[in-house]
């Protein structure tokens, strides 16, 4: 494993320590560290810190209401086979991959919503982390229900770690779940892990169970927010959307109604899934929700059920298999909320302001689609 | 989309027909292999007049070009250049005349030569000065038949399209539309026949008109494909059947080049990036390099300038849309006539079809931005040599004799190499994109990844 680090890894792991050494700093101190932040702006040191001295000063703590704004990636969905089987979605991904590098500057991370592999298989998925360790920007990832099924989240594990965490960065709160959690429907029918695997695969069948948070998730997830105060930013990702959309598609989740019932006293919240591979956003009193494009196709929309607010994308073109796929950009703002970037491959982008959601789609509405949704 | 009539063609009958294209064979066949050329590389005027007198139908030329649906014709023509008799001759004239040019060398002759194809068979064009242009030229037959035009399709119609290259630095070099008609607005005939095209003196808007309404007699669509369609059985060959089917088939030219009564040039009007200019250039770079460019001058003159005469030239339709998904994105062309128009691909890389069809049997060069329908094709060299026999089908009756001559040449030019020919590609046994997912130098800040 190469020693490398990226600039923006060195970048933070310095600001980390600069932060750190201003912890019961005294005046003479003080000066040294910010003589060593200006030595490093004007080149006398290795310039991995930008930290002047206006920077010097403890950022607020997590999840207080107005703060720095900043800005991160998503790549999410690209179902990867083994590369023998399927290369056009490693391409997708590959592609993603190039267009998040190519930013300019860098987000500050790269969030990654889940269903990296197609059936779970470790090959998949280890294929999809070679693949993304081409990011330069920092990973997140989230489990999606295609990397888990196969053998119960073993290897996706291995690979990332456990698929529930939270995490500050510069003063918001996120916190990714694990929203595909099922029911045991496989052991009584005596099912192999493929099987189990490719019946959560498919779509339109009453053999499995639905996706939930479940019990355990939500009580972790409510202490996790206790400290927060109820104007914090925060934002939540879940692959599955956090709401009730389509069940015979699993564009649901069993128990979005008691999640959002933890997430109800913020003053707002954003909710970020993966899952549906489309132009899809929604409100529910305080929470926004959005939904994340694939890179590998996009889904039609529901036949029933669709949220007002949502902007439908057009019909993809049946002979250009990355038309209605894509990735994008969010730039988080200083009171919480966010533009969501859409960024189609082959169609312009959307970007969905915060106006839109905040006024129930009366303001800032996207340029429509000049073709028919589907 | 066009509505095209196929049999036989507009009031002709079958003898008729007939007659006609043993004639035309005949005084094609006339044309001396070794004719004048200016230093330009292009046949003298004269001889280019000669051969086209021979080329256009004699039916009135202002009249519907056969085979073409008169709906659909009116459709084509705008309604402020009707065609007249009047304005196709002013037109060709203009086509013809080196006065538009600031050196008194290029004419739209020049390089869309009556004499090879209505383009110039060279890679690149050459302009005023022998510069050379970042572009291949596309023959000037069927133009008007195009939704757009120009390889980004920067322009939306013939009239608008004239224009341009007469003032591009790299092409005919005059300073604007001012200079041009500064030009010929002395000569007397010219103004006489502007005053009878259009009623007004020479003006640059209406040189843009009558060299298209003149563009508009330039329709070849009478291929043995054509016939072929139509019911004649014996019109291609069995190798150029098989191609045909593969042409729909395996091969995948159909996603892209659709072929049918109704759409009989060969193209989806739309854009592309087939993983050409990828070979040789660094996208990131160009895109920011050309945007800055066009925010200091916007202008429609610039984009000309930048498109045909700098490296920017590879981003194709990104330099008209900005679109970061549109870089290296070219318009479809149509492969009409596509036998006798070598060498190919916007930048005239290649050299023969067989090349076209080794670069897509690769499923193209892998770039970030490569359209999602290239795939590796995996065909045999029987299948290659199939397709490229239906595309030499393609061509119109009266270019049969160049038809030939290059099917041969391109034959003999397959035969010595094959630059573009990657078997390991094409079977997929090495996939484009392998050499980038080794890297292993971020590792390290995705470890835990959270």
């Given at each position: 494993m190469a020693s490398h680090k990226s600039v923006e890894t060195k970048y933070y792991e310095e600001r980390e320590r600069l932060y750190r050494g201003l912890v019961n700093l005294d005046r003479r101190a003080f000066l040294k560290v910010s003589a060593a932040a200006l030595g490093a702006t004007a080149g006398?040191?290795?310039?991995?810190?930008?930290?002047?001295?206006?920077?010097?000063q403890e950022p607020g703590p997590a999840g207080t209401a107005s703060g720095e704004s900043f800005r991160f990636a998503y790549i999410s969905d690209s179902h990867l086979y083994e590369k023998q089987i399927n290369d056009r979605f490693a391409r997708g991904l590959m592609r993603a991959v190039d267009d998040v590098n190519n930013l300019d500057p860098q987000p500050d991370f790269v969030f990654y919503g889940g269903d990296l592999a197609q059936l779970g298989q470790p090959k998949e998925l280890e294929f999809g982390a070679q693949i993304l360790k081409n990011l330069k920007a920092p990973l997140k990832i989230m489990v999606g229900e295609h990397d888990w099924y196969f053998d119960m989240g073993e290897k996706w594990q291995d690979l990332y770690g456990p698929p529930t965490y939270s995490f500050d960065h510069k003063g918001v709160h996120f916190v990714v779940l694990n929203s595909v959690v099922e029911a045991d429907f496989w052991t009584a029918r005596k099912m192999t892990p493929m099987e189990r695997m490719k019946t959560v695969a498919g779509?339109?069948?009453?053999t499995q169970s639905s996706f939930t948070v479940g019990q355990s998730q939500r009580e972790w997830l409510e202490k996790d927010l206790a400290p927060l105060a109820d104007d914090a930013r925060v934002i939540v990702f879940s692959h599955s959307p956090l709401y009730k959309l389509y069940k015979p598609w699993n564009f649901w989740t069993d128990d979005a109604d008691e999640v959002q019932a933890i997430l109800r006293r913020f003053k707002q919240v954003v909710v970020i899934h993966g899952h549906t591979h489309q132009v899809l956003l929604n409100r529910i009193g305080n929470i926004y929700f959005y939904g994340l494009l694939s890179t590998a196709w996009p889904w039609p929309y529901a036949p029933e059920g669709m949220p007002e607010l949502t902007v439908e994308m057009e019909?993809?073109?049946?002979?250009?298999?990355?038309?209605g796929c894509g990735n994008g950009e969010v730039p988080v703002h200083a009171d919480g909320l966010i533009d969501m970037v859409y960024n189609l491959w082959n169609r312009n982008p959307i970007t969905v302001k915060p106006g839109y959601m905040r006024s129930w789609g009366k303001k800032d509405v996207p340029p429509a689609p000049n073709r028919p949704s589907y | 989309m066009y509505c095209v009539k196929w049999f036989g063609g507009r009031g002709r009958s079958g003898v008729a027909a007939l007659t006609i294209l043993v004639a035309m064979a005949l005084i094609a066949g006339d044309v001396p292999k070794d004719v004048p050329r200016d230093e330009h590389g292009a046949a003298l005027v004269k001889h280019q007049e000669q051969v086209l007198d021979q080329l256009l139908p004699k039916e009135p030329a202002d009249g519907v070009p056969a085979g073409v649906d008169p709906v659909t014709w009116a459709s084509l023509v705008p309604t402020d250049n009707a065609m007249t008799p009047e304005r196709i001759a002013l037109g060709r004239k203009l086509y013809f005349d080196t006065r538009l040019s600031a050196d008194g060398t290029v004419s739209c002759a020049t390089c869309h030569d009556t004499t090879r194809a209505l383009t110039d068979q060279r890679a690149t064009s050459e302009g005023i000065r022998k510069q050379l242009g970042k572009r291949n030229a596309p023959t000037t037959a069927n133009a008007a038949l195009l939704h757009v035009l120009f390889l980004d399709g920067r322009s939306p119609t013939l009239e608008h399209q004239a224009k341009a290259p007469i003032i591009n630095p790299v092409e005919m070099g005059m300073a604007d539309g001012d200079a041009a008609v500064a030009a010929i607005k002395d000569d007397a005939e010219y103004q006489k026949m502007f005053r009878a095209a259009y009623g007004r003196d020479v003006n640059y808007e209406d040189v843009g008109r009558a060299i298209a309404a003149f563009e508009r007699t330039l329709v070849f669509l009478d291929s043995p494909f054509r016939r072929f369609l139509a019911g004649d059985e014996n019109a291609i060959s069995a190798d150029a059947k098989a191609g045909w089917e593969l042409f729909n088939g395996k091969a995948r030219c159909v996603s892209c080049h659709p072929m049918s009564p109704s759409n009989p040039l060969g193209t989806d009007n739309r854009f592309h990036n087939v993983g050409v200019s990828a070979r040789h250039q660094d996208f990131e770079k160009l895109a920011r390099e050309a945007l800055k460019a066009m925010a200091d001058d916007p202008s429609e003159q610039r984009l000309d300038e930048l498109a045909v005469g700098t490296d920017m030239s590879e981003l194709g339709r990104f330099m008209v849309t900005h679109n970061r998904s549109e870089i290296g994105v070219f318009r479809t062309l149509q492969i009409l006539n596509a036998g006798i128009t070598?060498?190919?691909m916007h930048d005239g890389s290649m050299e023969t079809l067989w090349d076209v069809m080794d670069h897509y049997n690769k499923g193209?060069?892998?770039?970030?931005?490569?359209?999602?329908?290239?795939?590796?094709?995996?065909?045999t060299e029987d299948e290659i040599n199939q397709v490229v026999a239906f595309l030499f089908t393609l061509t119109d009756d009266r270019f049969a004799d160049e038809n030939q001559r290059q099917f041969a040449e391109q034959k003999a030019k397959a035969a010595q190499k094959r630059p573009f020919r990657d078997d390991d590609m094409a079977t997929r046994r090495t996939l484009g994109f392998e050499d980038r997912i080794k890297a292993e130098a971020n590792a390290d800040t995705q470890k835990g990844a959270k």
């Open positions: 006398l040191i290795a310039p991995t810190s930008f930290t002047p001295v206006t920077v010097a779509l339109d069948n009453g019909r993809s073109d049946p002979f250009n298999p990355t038309d | 070598p060498p190919y193209g060069e892998p770039n970030p931005f490569l359209d999602g329908g290239m795939e590796p094709l995996a065909l």
